[in-house]
């Protein structure tokens, strides 16, 4: 199983959002719109917008949403 985690970084490294799901096309129109609401001085304080698979509930952060679709 893939699981997709799309997570908020903050200019600290500090994740301040995290949602997790296996349903591909959802988890990329998620960090599609987490990339266009981040707003200019966002990206030049560092916020992040970062989308990455893994193969197991257990390496999911654990402060993450995580949605069973």
């Not at 301040?16 to 609401?37: G, K």
Request: proline share 3%; with cysteine.
């Amino acid at each position: 199983m893939r699981i997709w985690v799309n997570e908020q970084i903050d200019p600290c490294g500090i994740v301040y959002s995290c949602i997790a799901c296996v349903d591909e096309q959802a988890a990329r129109e998620c960090h599609e719109s987490w990339l266009l609401s981040l707003s200019d001085e966002q990206k030049e304080q560092g916020w992040q917008a970062k989308l990455r698979s893994v193969e197991s509930w257990e390496d999911v952060p654990v402060n993450a949403l995580k949605l069973s679709y």
